[in-house]
């Protein structure tokens, strides 16, 4: 008989449960038992039943704290009867977090870790198996009760925030971050089935990938549990097994491979190994590299007689894959490589899409993947105060191509390593790295986040007294694990991770590292102070959507100090920190002038992560990787996303779309950065001097997203961007902590650009001057290929008239960077109040602003609109035409409608030219709202100009 699966779904009611209600307990909550949804968690239920206010709006949060510090009763009737079969167990894949589970009464389990699978045997505590219906019970603790006990027993554990998290195995952002509000949760949060089964069933499948001379291989890691009820033969042991695994896939040719091997148990083996090789396997690879081919895999458990007792049927890819942290003249990199190919990383840090976890669909979960993939990017990484995420997650990022680096969910904290946390490392640990075996897209674990830079920087030592705080778990536990478990998968011990303890932890020079000193108290130009190996984290704040925004609090009307705004904003002196980056650039802007904080502040950060991105990108191969934080919100709230919490794309996600494009433009500073790695390890002097600001490896005090404070620095020149681009880089190596100044010429930094006969190529009769002057040049990253083209480059007034041009050939043999010196004509400018320089190959635009916008005069922006209805009757199609220069044009038809979309963030157009729009969820009777301010907006418009 084969194993059934029965999920319990319906007939489910939840009750606060305890003899006192919490502090601040609505009275009509005690004693009232209501309809639950599992899988779920309770505050989805007492919102529905109009118990609770959605703690996500408006300032609700702190009245629904009261949940957290309430037990939770669940119960439904469920069959326990064997039908036929020998064993029944109840099976929860997830459980938040401190339960105790019984059946008429009679405990069965008990759980205490969110983060991990659990199975219990229904049968009564008599030994046999329970008949007909019985009451389910689970009871959940408040997690408060349970983290008090381990913090009363393990000690003060230090951290940032003032919460319990370390203490319990659960998701750490429910407890409230920088960007999160503090939601606890309980309930059954992922599916709760009845299994029944006979013989014996498959434990565990965890199938590891290779390719092999284009051969792939398959070695599928099985692990079976026998009833103890199946000696057949009457010989007083079990029968033997028979274990069957089948690949089947598509071939080059448009065919269908099907590849088979079996394996047989003997009764004193519960595991083993199954080998299937595919011959002329099709690889999979990361987006923007190949196709994403998966296979299909069927496992099945048999007796010898060919029953099935038990079948396992999944999608996995062949690839191979490997991470380079090998000493190299510069330090370590942190170089990843999928099928042989050095990948250039271009990656999104996730976070749980919802507080209420259990709300997050997989149609929503793709949503957020396909929106990422259209940006380009072809990284997430899941942090570690979220969750292990659900198969789907996986499964879509295995069919988008996006590598997935996973963390291990400890974040910004110290944690105890006694008992009873310990044991729940170990098997929550051991439960998600075989879980997720089987997905080509994983490629990478990581032990924590900045929990060994914070032990640093941060100086714990002090008050830990000896106590151990993680480090055991990140450099010894955690690693023997995966190798144990799923030795194909690469472990770095943090993020960021220097590779030594002996250095600091966010050396730039040494693997990953995380830039805040960048928003917490240096200006954005700071970013090219330095270029990291791989860099794991680096954000800018901005507000959501105005409509997301309006739509989650009640300030009449909306001011940046309004009392709902400034509650959806949880980073440290988040709002100063916004304003403070904003005076650099643009000036300050008064608290009652909401619209144009908001556009400011969403251009600000689109400018920021620029700044960022386009000197590192074009420093490649010294950097190979840049993760932006973030991707998504779990609620309505200023933060670094590019997606807000209602699925709305900031202009951020528009402008990683142009950055993280397979070829990038730019232009930059003259840069003196060398980017050319040379082999074999770094001298001894590579810690040592180095006079960019950012060689520390250390924030001054304070780190994340939200450490620290202080003003905003200088303002420096402002680099801009328009249409859509990308870029890259490479050099001489210098040997110098994080790239520190170096004199060179632009010629010697990567594969120069061919000049050609510049009397060919100049236009309007001006001379191109002297070369070697100009303070900024072009810089080139083309991915994949080497790339052919031309450039032209023209220095114009902010009426749009060009004072110079130059057209200049781009000639990249191979991927790689291509970096053109600037003549003086173009390159150096004779008023920075008023002139601009534009860069346009192919279809990609790059704009360099040569001072701060609020110092330039702008004059006002004048264009021409035509809007028709779109074709496929979704929306308008807009066509945009420039009578003058128009810099920084913004659409936010979301203003206008609830579900109005652009596909388009800032534009900056010369005189002449045209670009095109498509707007959703609009029509022809909003065209009037969608051209007025502030809906439709520019630089100079806001700026007042």
């Given at each position: 008989?084969?194993?059934?699966?029965?999920?319990?779904?319906?007939?489910?009611?939840?009750?606060?449960?305890?003899?006192?209600?919490p502090?601040?307990?609505?009275?009509?909550?005690?004693?009232?038992?209501?309809?639950?949804?599992?899988?779920?968690?309770v505050?989805?239920?007492?919102?529905?039943?109009g118990?609770?206010?959605d703690?996500?709006?408006?300032?609700?949060e702190?009245?629904?704290?009261?949940?957290?510090?309430?037990d939770?009763?669940?119960?439904r009737?469920v069959?326990?009867?064997?039908?036929?079969?020998?064993?029944?167990?109840?099976?929860?894949?997830g459980?938040?977090?401190?339960?105790?589970?019984?059946?008429?009464?009679?405990?069965?389990?008990?759980?205490?870790?969110m983060?991990?699978?659990?199975?219990?045997?229904?049968?009564?505590s008599?030994?046999?198996?329970?008949?007909?219906?019985?009451?389910?019970?689970?009871?959940?603790?408040?997690?408060?009760?349970?983290?008090?006990?381990?913090?009363?027993?393990a000690?003060?554990?230090?951290?940032?925030?003032?919460?319990?998290?370390?203490?319990?195995?659960k998701m750490?952002?429910?407890?409230?971050?920088?960007?999160?509000?503090?939601?606890?949760?309980?309930?059954?949060?992922?599916?709760?089935?009845i299994?029944?089964?006979?013989?014996?069933?498959?434990?565990?499948?965890?199938?590891?990938?290779?390719?092999e001379a284009?051969?792939?291989?398959?070695?599928?890691?099985?692990?079976?549990e026998?009833?103890?009820?199946?000696?057949?033969?009457?010989?007083?042991?079990?029968?033997?097994?028979?274990?069957?695994?089948?690949?089947?896939?598509?071939?080059?040719?448009g065919?269908?491979?099907?590849?088979?091997?079996?394996?047989?148990?003997?009764?004193?083996?519960?595991?083993?190994?199954?080998?299937?090789?595919?011959?002329?396997?099709?690889?999979?690879?990361?987006?923007?590299?190949?196709?994403q081919d998966?296979?299909?895999?069927?496992?099945e458990?048999?007796?010898?007689?060919?029953?099935?007792?038990?079948r396992?049927?999944?999608?996995?890819?062949?690839?191979?894959?490997?991470?380079?942290?090998?000493?190299?003249?510069?330090?370590?990199?942190?170089n990843?490589?999928?099928?042989?190919?050095?990948?250039?990383?271009?990656g999104v840090?996730?976070?749980?899409?919802?507080?209420?976890?259990?709300r997050?669909s997989?149609?929503?979960?793709?949503?957020?993947?396909r929106?990422?993939?259209?940006?380009?990017?072809n990284?997430?990484?899941?942090?570690?105060?979220?969750?292990?995420?659900?198969?789907?997650?996986?499964?879509v990022?295995?069919?988008?191509?996006?590598?997935?680096?996973?963390?291990?969910?400890?974040?910004?904290?110290?944690?105890?390593?006694?008992?009873?946390?310990?044991?729940?490392?170990?098997?929550?640990?051991?439960?998600n790295?075989?879980?997720l075996?089987?997905?080509?897209?994983?490629?990478?674990?990581?032990?924590n986040?900045?929990?060994?830079?914070?032990?640093?920087v941060?100086?714990?030592?002090?008050?830990l007294?000896?106590?151990?705080?993680?480090?055991?778990?990140?450099?010894?536990?955690?690693?023997?694990?995966?190798?144990?478990?799923?030795?194909s998968?690469?472990?770095?011990?943090?993020?960021?991770?220097?590779?030594?303890?002996?250095l600091?932890?966010?050396?730039?020079?040494?693997?990953?590292?995380?830039s805040?000193?960048?928003?917490?108290?240096?200006?954005?130009?700071?970013?090219?102070?330095?270029?990291?190996?791989?860099?794991?984290e680096?954000?800018?704040?901005?507000?959501?959507?105005?409509?997301?925004?309006?739509?989650?609090?009640r300030?009449?009307?909306?001011?940046?100090?309004?009392?709902?705004?400034?509650?959806?904003?949880?980073?440290?002196?988040?709002?100063g920190?916004l304003?403070?980056?904003?005076?650099?650039?643009?000036?300050?802007?008064?608290?009652?002038e909401?619209?144009?904080?908001?556009?400011?502040?969403?251009?600000?950060?689109?400018?920021?992560i620029?700044?960022?991105?386009?000197?590192?990108?074009?420093?490649?191969?010294?950097n190979t990787?840049?993760?932006?934080?973030?991707?998504?919100?779990?609620?309505?709230?200023?933060?670094?996303?590019?997606i807000?919490?209602?699925?709305?794309?900031?202009?951020?996600?528009?402008?990683?779309?142009r950055?993280?494009?397979?070829?990038?433009?730019?232009?930059?500073p003259?840069?003196?950065?060398?980017?050319?790695?040379?082999?074999?390890?770094?001298?001894?002097?590579?810690?040592?001097?180095?006079?960019?600001?950012?060689?520390?490896s250390?924030?001054?005090g304070?780190?994340?997203?939200?450490?620290?404070?202080?003003?905003?620095?200088?303002?420096?020149p402002a680099?801009?961007?328009?249409?859509?681009?990308?870029?890259?880089?490479?050099g001489?190596?210098?040997?110098?902590?994080?790239?520190?100044?170096?004199?060179?010429?632009s010629a010697?930094?990567?594969?120069?650009?061919d000049?050609?006969?510049l009397?060919?190529?100049?236009?309007?009769?001006?001379?191109?001057?002297?070369?070697?002057?100009?303070?900024?040049?072009?810089?080139?990253?083309?991915?994949?290929?080497?790339?052919?083209?031309?450039?032209?480059v023209?220095?114009?007034?902010?009426?749009?008239?060009v004072?110079?041009?130059?057209?200049?050939?781009?000639?990249?043999?191979?991927?790689?960077?291509?970096?053109?010196?600037?003549?003086?004509?173009?390159?150096?400018?004779?008023?920075?109040?008023?002139?601009?320089?534009?860069?346009?190959?192919?279809?990609?635009?790059?704009?360099?602003?040569?001072?701060?916008?609020?110092?330039?005069?702008w004059?006002?922006?004048?264009?021409?609109?035509?809007?028709?209805?779109?074709?496929?009757?979704?929306?308008?199609?807009?066509?945009?035409?420039a009578?003058?220069?128009?810099?920084?044009?913004?659409?936010?038809?979301?203003?206008?409608?609830?579900?109005?979309?652009?596909?388009?963030?800032?534009?900056?157009l010369?005189?002449?030219e045209r670009?095109?729009y498509?707007?959703?969820?609009?029509?022809?009777?909003?065209?009037?709202a969608l051209?007025?301010?502030?809906?439709?907006?520019?630089?100079?418009?806001?700026l007042?100009h």
């Amino acid at each position: 008989m084969t194993l059934e699966r029965e999920e319990l779904r319906d007939g489910w009611t939840v009750t606060m449960a305890g003899e006192a209600p919490p502090a601040g307990a609505p009275a009509d909550v005690v004693g009232r038992t209501i309809g639950a949804t599992v899988p779920g968690q309770v505050h989805t239920d007492l919102e529905r039943e109009g118990l609770l206010a959605d703690p996500t709006f408006d300032r609700n949060e702190d009245g629904a704290k009261w949940v957290g510090r309430a037990d939770w009763s669940y119960q439904r009737t469920v069959d326990v009867d064997p039908r036929g079969f020998e064993r029944v167990d109840l099976v929860c894949d997830g459980l938040d977090t401190v339960a105790e589970l019984s059946l008429d009464g009679v405990v069965v389990g008990t759980t205490r870790n969110m983060h991990r699978r659990y199975r219990f045997d229904a049968r009564d505590s008599t030994g046999g198996v329970g008949r007909g219906e019985k009451t389910l019970e689970l009871l959940f603790e408040s997690p408060y009760r349970e983290a008090g006990r381990v913090a009363a027993k393990a000690g003060s554990m230090p951290g940032p925030y003032d919460e319990p998290f370390p203490y319990i195995r659960k998701m750490a952002s429910n407890f409230g971050w920088d960007w999160g509000l503090t939601a606890v949760t309980s309930g059954p949060w992922r599916p709760v089935a009845i299994e029944r089964w006979s013989t014996a069933r498959l434990r565990d499948v965890r199938p590891l990938v290779d390719v092999e001379a284009g051969e792939g291989v398959l070695d599928a890691h099985i692990t079976v549990e026998r009833s103890g009820l199946n000696d057949l033969d009457q010989d007083g042991e079990d029968d033997d097994l028979v274990l069957v695994v089948t690949v089947s896939g598509a071939t080059a040719e448009g065919g269908t491979t099907r590849q088979r091997s079996r394996a047989q148990l003997t009764p004193r083996d519960d595991e083993t190994v199954v080998t299937v090789r595919v011959p002329e396997v099709q690889r999979w690879w990361p987006r923007g590299y190949g196709a994403q081919d998966l296979y299909d895999v069927v496992v099945e458990l048999q007796t010898v007689d060919g029953e099935v007792l038990d079948r396992s049927t999944f999608r996995t890819g062949f690839r191979s894959t490997r991470i380079e942290t090998t000493s190299d003249s510069i330090g370590k990199p942190f170089n990843v490589h999928v099928n042989g190919t050095l990948i250039d990383v271009r990656g999104v840090n996730w976070i749980p899409d919802d507080v209420i976890v259990s709300r997050v669909s997989r149609d929503r979960v793709e949503d957020r993947l396909r929106a990422a993939a259209d940006l380009n990017v072809n990284l997430v990484r899941v942090w570690g105060g979220g969750v292990y995420e659900s198969n789907d997650f996986y499964e879509v990022c295995d069919e988008l191509g996006l590598l997935v680096w996973q963390d291990f969910p400890f974040a910004c904290s110290a944690y105890p390593e006694g008992e009873p946390i310990r044991s729940e490392v170990i098997a929550e640990a051991r439960d998600n790295v075989a879980r997720l075996a089987r997905h080509p897209s994983l490629v990478l674990w990581n032990g924590n986040n900045e929990n060994i830079w914070l032990h640093e920087v941060d100086g714990w030592e002090a008050s830990l007294e000896g106590r151990g705080w993680g480090l055991d778990y990140y450099l010894d536990l955690l690693p023997t694990i995966v190798d144990a478990v799923d030795p194909s998968r690469f472990y770095t011990v943090a993020s960021p991770w220097s590779g030594s303890e002996s250095l600091p932890a966010n050396d730039v020079d040494h693997e990953t590292h995380h830039s805040w000193d960048v928003w917490n108290r240096l200006p954005d130009t700071a970013y090219r102070d330095s270029v990291p190996r791989f860099v794991s984290e680096f954000g800018w704040q901005a507000p959501p959507a105005w409509r997301t925004l309006r739509d989650a609090v009640r300030d009449s009307p909306l001011a940046v100090d309004s009392p709902g705004v400034v509650h959806h904003q949880k980073a440290a002196d988040g709002m100063g920190k916004l304003a403070r980056g904003l005076a650099p650039r643009f000036g300050s802007v008064a608290p009652a002038e909401f619209d144009r904080w908001h556009y400011l502040t969403q251009l600000q950060q689109a400018r920021a992560i620029a700044t960022g991105v386009e000197h590192w990108r074009t420093h490649w191969p010294r950097n190979t990787g840049v993760v932006v934080w973030q991707l998504n919100d779990l609620w309505p709230v200023s933060s670094w996303s590019a997606i807000d919490s209602a699925g709305r794309l900031k202009p951020l996600a528009h402008e990683l779309r142009r950055l993280y494009d397979d070829v990038l433009l730019t232009i930059r500073p003259v840069s003196s950065v060398a980017a050319v790695v040379g082999s074999g390890p770094a001298g001894g002097s590579a810690l040592a001097g180095g006079s960019g600001p950012a060689a520390a490896s250390g924030p001054a005090g304070g780190s994340g997203p939200s450490g620290g404070s202080g003003p905003a620095g200088g303002s420096g020149p402002a680099g801009g961007s328009a249409p859509a681009g990308a870029s890259g880089s490479a050099g001489d190596p210098s040997g110098q902590p994080g790239g520190a100044d170096r004199p060179t010429t632009s010629a010697s930094v990567g594969e120069t650009a061919d000049l050609g006969d510049l009397a060919d190529t100049l236009s309007l009769g001006v001379s191109p001057g002297s070369f070697g002057n100009a303070p900024i040049e072009v810089a080139v990253r083309s991915t994949r290929t080497g790339h052919d083209s031309v450039v032209r480059v023209r220095r114009v007034t902010l009426a749009g008239t060009v004072l110079a041009e130059v057209s200049l050939p781009v000639r990249l043999s191979a991927a790689g960077v291509a970096v053109v010196a600037l003549p003086e004509s173009v390159g150096v400018v004779d008023d920075p109040t008023n002139e601009l320089v534009v860069a346009d190959m192919d279809w990609r635009r790059a704009v360099w602003t040569p001072g701060p916008d609020k110092d330039m005069r702008w004059e006002p922006a004048r264009y021409r609109t035509a809007f028709a209805a779109a074709p496929d009757g979704d929306g308008l199609d807009l066509v945009v035409e420039a009578e003058g220069l128009v810099r920084d044009l913004l659409f936010q038809p979301d203003r206008v409608a609830p579900g109005g979309t652009v596909d388009r963030g800032f534009m900056t157009l010369l005189p002449g030219e045209r670009v095109a729009y498509r707007l959703r969820g609009v029509t022809e009777a909003d065209i009037p709202a969608l051209t007025a301010a502030p809906v439709a907006w520019t630089l100079a418009d806001v700026l007042g100009h």
